[in-house]
């Protein structure tokens, strides 16, 4: 198959995909469904894709990719990166998704790969586990601050690694 092919194929894929996640659950999405809704052969998908796993990675990378501003202000500001994925065309499968965990996990850990392949930092890993000490203690707390509403404190609890007074 020649690269323009493929490259339609998995365009046409990942589409049918984005669709399918604005509507439902990714766990209750199947690779048939995706078949058949695309219009691409069953034996099609699974030539370019080893299942609806590596298809969700695949899609991650292609759809951050899309965003350079992403990446670039990931280093400095994460909450206010993953905050402006919220104004993107992202933002219904990630209303969507919101609640699915399976989905959550499989985007943290494809965005992880995503980022560290692009940035090549070898304090990108130590700089994500900062991150979810700052989502882990946002939990303890109720949730009180919102990632796209509040992104601005996240980001500075980051920065300067102390977590503000509370009440409770």
Known sequence: MTDMRRERTDNIIF????????????SDITMIEISRKSFVHRNTIYKHFLDKYDLLGKFMDRELSKHDDFLSEFEESPFKAVASLFGSDLQP????????MEFTRLVEESGARVLYNKIKDPNLIWNLGNISSVLMWNQLHGNKLDIVDDYAELDRIYQTKKFPETDD
């Open 15 to 26: 589409d049918t995909f984005a669709e399918l996640m604005t509507k439902k659950r990714f």
């Open 93 to 100: 499968i990630i209303e969507k998704q919101q609640l699915d």
